[in-house]
């Protein structure tokens, strides 16, 4: 589909606009992932906890290695973070690993 762009020789600026375009979709893909975990585990909040959530998802919605591995540090590094979402904190394993009120 593409060969006639690997054919014709792109100008550095070219290949800078493209490059930035492509990241820019990578970003926005790892983010849809990362809402959808998310949701997920509002919605399974008393069945099951965040690494359970994340396996059932990479079930579902097999992805390239280096894009689980960073939809898996975004989920972890939001859930149950103060001020990201409305829920957080709340369900059966909220603050777990914290040290609050211990």
Same mark, same amino acid.
């Given at each position: %589909?593409? #060969?006639? *762009?690997? &054919? &014709?020789?792109?100008?550095?600026?070219?290949?800078?606009?493209?490059?930035?375009?492509?990241?820019?979709?990578?970003?926005?893909?790892?983010?849809?992932?990362?809402?959808?975990?998310? #949701?997920?585990? #509002?919605? *399974?909040?008393?069945?099951?906890?965040?690494? +359970?959530?994340?396996? *059932?998802?990479?079930?579902?919605?097999? %992805?390239?290695?280096?894009?689980?591995?960073?939809?898996?540090? +975004?989920?972890?590094?939001?859930?149950?973070?103060?001020?990201?979402?409305?829920?957080?904190?709340?369900? +059966?394993?909220?603050?777990?690993?914290? #040290?609050?009120?211990?």
């Amino acid at each position: %589909m593409f #060969d006639w *762009l690997r &054919r &014709r020789r792109l100008s550095n600026e070219a290949k800078r606009k493209l490059l930035i375009a492509a990241a820019r979709a990578e970003e926005a893909i790892v983010e849809t992932h990362v809402a959808n975990v998310l #949701d997920l585990l #509002d919605i *399974l909040r008393d069945e099951v906890d965040v690494d +359970r959530a994340l396996e *059932l998802y990479m079930e579902m919605l097999p %992805m390239d290695e280096h894009i689980a591995a960073t939809v898996t540090n +975004r989920v972890l590094a939001r859930h149950d973070a103060p001020g990201v979402r409305p829920s957080a904190g709340s369900g +059966r394993f909220g603050g777990v690993f914290r #040290d609050e009120g211990r």
